[in-house]
């Protein structure tokens, strides 16, 4: 194994390594039945938004959250930290699904969901690293420079985003991205939400759920309104388990690095960094001064089974490792002090939805595949409006009430999910050798949101 990869298996991040261990104390179960205004399924980042927005809307209601772990246990405490205003589907299949005003409105919230975030982290006094330096996205082949190019010209057509072309022309700055330390944010948004009145019971595993109540091992809560906020862990629940498949992200973080490297990488603080390669790799500046570089290439597992030992996989943290020195050769001795996973929910057409059935009174929101750190905001605010009946123009974006098919049973899901990994890989190494745009990912392009 290579020296400068060491386990650190005892934390599930270099978020919560970071953030201590004490700061992670259990909240209490739920101790019997109770009763609740809303319950919330689901100690992620949407249903604590949800519950902060529901809270500001009506500082009253009984807002209940049920936690199967502890807050930020899952995807919204382990993320690559961006604040982004990406978004699942990309504005062109946006449009070619709901139309051309519809897809500059859900651009104009998500690029405006990155500033409320940062809104309410100052205002709560959330101490989470929020620094908004916008995210480099590097061309490093002539098909990635072509990528680039039209990615310019399309986000002008729709007028929103502002990307643009730097003077290092293998450059493209985004400014739409804030750099966070996801575990800070989380916890931060749990303790303001139990300031606000909300109880949080961890350690309380949802078993199922139908309109009014809401079953656990612990008791039942009673609820007018219910929100399924369980993102990727969805496949673990009989209800959810085909609504969203479990995909494997997988992240490394190195040792602070020195002011003068960062100056050589020509990365900011604040600034986030990827590159137009089609196997996903994602990376920011932490505070700190280290890199927390991620991507995806981990398998999809057989049934949408989710276990903890899915969170490492040595060769999918050398692959990591090694997209890093490439992308940044001066990194070749730079020590990698954790690595570490877990699994984001994809839905079937690769579309974030979130809706609420007002006769059942159950929400659901999430099928992020991986954009729900900022989306999990919009969400909440969403959610909020549609169950207090405070309508805004966020009731009318197109992602409200928006419904994936189910994903196909064994061994189809299981086929089809990991060929999509491997043509991913293909088309990378298609356009290093062919120096043009990849006709295998024109080809999956449908069915991976674009």
């Known amino acids: 194994m290579d020296p400068t990869l060491t386990d650190n298996a005892s934390h599930p991040s270099l978020w919560m390594d970071t953030l201590g261990r004490d700061a992670v104390g259990?909240?209490?179960p739920l101790a019997g039945d109770t009763e609740a205004d809303v319950a919330i399924i689901g100690g992620g980042l949407t249903g604590l938004w949800s519950a902060y927005y529901l809270l500001q809307h009506r500082p009253d209601l009984r807002v209940v959250v049920l936690e199967k772990r502890f807050a930020g246990f899952g995807a919204s405490g382990r993320n690559g930290g961006w604040c982004s205003a990406l978004f699942p589907k990309s504005a062109s299949a946006l449009e070619r699904r709901h139309g051309f005003a519809a897809a500059v409105a859900m651009r104009r919230a998500m690029v405006d969901t990155v500033d409320e975030v940062g809104r309410v982290v100052t205002a709560e006094g959330i101490d989470c690293d929020f620094l908004k330096g916008g995210t480099l996205l590097f061309a490093r082949t002539p098909a990635q420079l072509s990528s680039a190019r039209a990615d310019v010209v399309e986000s002008t057509r729709f007028g929103v985003d502002e990307l643009r072309m730097l003077a290092d022309p293998d450059r493209v700055l985004d400014p739409s991205c804030a750099r966070v330390h996801p575990a800070k944010l989380v916890?931060?948004?749990a303790e303001v939400v139990e300031r606000l009145g909300a109880v949080i019971h961890e350690a309380t595993t949802v078993t199922s759920w139908q309109p009014?109540?809401?079953?656990t091992d612990r008791g039942a809560v009673r609820a007018g309104s219910i929100i399924v906020a369980t993102e990727g862990y969805g496949a673990a629940i009989a209800q959810t388990h085909r609504s969203v498949l479990p995909l494997y992200?997988?992240?490394?973080?190195t040792e602070p690095l020195p002011d003068a490297l960062w100056e050589e990488l020509g990365i900011e603080h604040g600034q986030t960094f990827s590159d137009y390669r089609h196997l996903l790799i994602y990376g920011q500046r932490t505070a700190d001064n280290r890199i927390a570089f991620g991507g995806r290439?981990?398998?999809?597992?057989?049934?949408?089974?989710?276990?903890?030992?899915?969170?490492r996989s040595t060769r999918v943290f050398h692959h990591l490792r090694e997209a890093l020195v490439d992308l940044f050769p001066?990194?070749?001795d730079v020590a990698v002090t954790h690595s570490w996973g877990g699994p984001l929910g994809v839905p079937r057409d690769w579309h974030a939805a979130v809706r609420y059935d007002e006769h059942t009174g159950i929400g659901w929101a999430g099928g992020y595949v991986g954009d729900g750190l900022s989306t999990t905001n919009l969400a909440g605010r969403t959610l909020a409006e549609l169950i207090t009946g405070e309508r805004t123009e966020l009731s009318e974006l197109p992602w409200v009430g928006h419904r994936s098919r189910d994903w196909e049973r064994e061994p189809l899901r299981f086929l089809g999910a990991n060929a999509g990994l491997l043509a991913m890989s293909a088309a990378d190494i298609e356009e290093r050798v062919t120096k043009r745009p990849s006709l295998v990912a024109r080809a999956?392009?449908?069915?991976?949101?674009?």
């Open 212 to 215: 009014g109540v809401v079953t």
């Open 26 to 28: 259990l909240r209490e």
């Open 249 to 253: 992200s997988l992240m490394i973080a």
């Open 444 to 450: 999956m392009g449908p069915l991976v949101g674009q």
């Open 297 to 311: 290439g981990a398998r999809y597992h057989w049934g949408s089974s989710i276990r903890s030992d899915y969170d």
């Open 330 to 332: 001066q990194l070749a």
């Open 187 to 189: 916890r931060g948004v």
